[in-house]
């Protein structure tokens, strides 16, 4: 399983980003997928998890409304798109995946199988 992050840079707040996670040794339809983030000094944190199949999507409470994550199955690439961006989500984010077909919100909970390699965000002005 190799799971490769990419996209993150430097942005002023309320700006944009988009992640790509490209997935790689492992059937992708088969599996769920997700964004977790870690910040200097804090527990890694959820902020986004897909289903495999249907699209059932969890978004933790701070990135509601701001964060779309999305899947391209042809592609074999999961996506984290990042609006009006805040200090706050300065962090390293990782993607993660895991087999079944339960909800976004099992796998953010309850954890995944593999980790990718993060891709850092800072938003700074």
């Known amino acids: 399983v190799q799971l490769q992050a990419s996209g993150g840079g430097l942005v002023q707040p309320g700006g944009s980003l988009r992640l790509s996670c490209a997935a790689s040794?492992?059937?992708?339809?088969?599996?769920?997928m997700g964004w977790f983030r870690q910040a200097p000094g804090k527990e890694r944190e959820a902020v986004s998890c897909?289903?495999?199949?249907?699209?059932?999507?969890y978004y933790g409470d701070s990135v509601k409304d701001r964060f779309t994550i999305s899947r391209d199955n042809a592609k074999n690439t999961v996506y984290l798109q990042m609006n009006s961006l805040k200090p706050e989500d300065t962090a390293v984010y990782y993607c993660?995946?895991?087999?079944?077909?339960?909800?976004?919100?099992?796998?953010?909970?309850?954890?995944?199988?593999?980790w990718g390699q993060g891709t850092q965000v800072t938003v700074s002005s």
């Open positions: 040794g492992f059937d992708f339809d088969y599996y769920a």
């Open positions: 993660a995946t895991k087999a079944g077909d339960y909800s976004g919100s099992y796998y953010c909970h309850y954890g995944m199988d593999y």
């Open positions: 897909i289903s495999r199949s249907d699209g059932r999507t």
